[in-house]
């Protein structure tokens, strides 16, 4: 069998950096919140207000962590939240400590 050479070349360098999210402001209200990251679908931010927090968003659910505790929201009424040893389900329908 004859050897055939592979040429490899590397990636085309990217000499123009958009910033997709530059043309999505965010509101007034959410003026220290940093986004890290965000899509048409979900975000990624770190909210700076108070004792700060990660805020995850997706499909009108959201999880977030910050040092008050762990909140998990579906968008549609069910939310369990983690706080200390305290785990609450559905605003007070179910809690466990």
Do not use: H
Not at 29 to 50: E, F, H, P, R, W
Not at 60 to 76: F, L, Y
């Amino acid at each position: 069998m004859p050897i055939v050479p592979v040429v490899v070349e590397p990636p085309p360098r990217v000499t123009d950096v958009v910033d997709p999210w530059a043309s999505k402001a965010p509101p007034a209200d959410d003026a220290n919140i940093i986004k890290l990251g965000q899509s048409d679908k979900a975000t990624i931010a770190i909210d700076d207000n108070g004792d700060g927090a990660l805020i995850l968003r997706a499909g009108g659910c959201e999880i977030k962590i910050g040092s008050d505790g762990i909140t998990i929201n579906n968008g549609k009424g069910a939310i369990i939240t983690l706080t200390g040893p305290t785990v609450n389900v559905n605003a007070g329908a179910l809690e466990v400590t």
